[in-house]
């Protein structure tokens, strides 16, 4: 079957930097997705990576290498409004549906 | 452009009652899919429609159903409500496939 592990929570605080480690068993790859939700809202998307290697977004990155079966979301420069839950999605085949993995709670603190 | 919007944003319904979800997509998408969202099982990918077809289905019982319009609008609907369909309905609709654009769900609670 289709999994996605994730650490359930972590804490950092304010000006640092943290790593949120994406681990996935599907069938199919197409590319690792990173969404951000803040409590009450609606998942935003942060990134998508299809191919090995580092993608760059202002504040965050998100890594892939598709032979490891491995992702992760870098945030940088953290700041409260950082607090959320993020997750990874794989799309796993040539339509549009992800399957996301639990999450991940980010806690800011000053 | 106007995002994701979804209808009605709260719902209470009893056990055994059924229920219609609305989902109006981007203007322009055409790929629309359905997703519930839970504390303990998170995101799970309900169905896909595309140009009104259904592209793709979760693993949900064949009481989770849906439909897409050919003005791509869509709509779920759950019959015979159980408790544990208690959840945040998410719509979420795509043009190319590698963004999805989500609305701010549908919270239904089953009493």
């Known amino acids: 079957g289709q999994s996605l592990e994730q650490p359930s929570e972590v804490t950092a605080v304010e000006g640092a930097i943290v790593q949120i480690n994406c681990t996935y068993q599907t069938s199919g790859f197409y590319g690792l997705s990173w969404y951000q939700q803040h409590d009450g809202g609606a998942p935003t998307f942060l990134s998508y990576?299809?191919?090995?290697g580092l993608e760059e977004t202002g504040r965050f990155s998100s890594f892939l290498s598709r032979s490891d079966s491995y992702g992760y979301l870098l945030l940088q420069e953290l700041q409260m409004k950082d607090s959320a839950s993020y997750f990874c999605a794989v799309r796993d085949g040539g339509y549009s549906t992800l399957t996301f993995g639990k999450g991940t709670m980010l806690l800011v603190s000053p | 452009k106007a995002g994701v919007t979804q209808t009605p944003r709260y719902l209470i319904k009893t056990r055994g009652q059924q229920v219609t979800l609305s989902c109006s997509p981007i203007s322009g998408h055409r790929s629309v899919s359905w997703y519930q969202q839970t504390p303990g099982q998170g995101l799970q990918f309900l169905f896909e429609y595309f140009s009104e077809t259904q592209r793709n289905k979760g693993n949900f019982p064949g009481r989770f159903s849906g439909r897409q319009f050919s003005n791509s609008r869509s709509e779920m609907n759950v019959s015979t409500l159980e408790l544990g369909d208690s959840a945040l309905y998410l719509c979420?609709?795509?043009?190319?496939?590698?963004?999805?654009?989500f609305g701010p769900g549908t919270r239904l609670t089953v009493l």
């Open positions: 990576n299809a191919l090995d």
């Open positions: 979420a609709s795509s043009l190319a496939g590698n963004e999805q654009f």
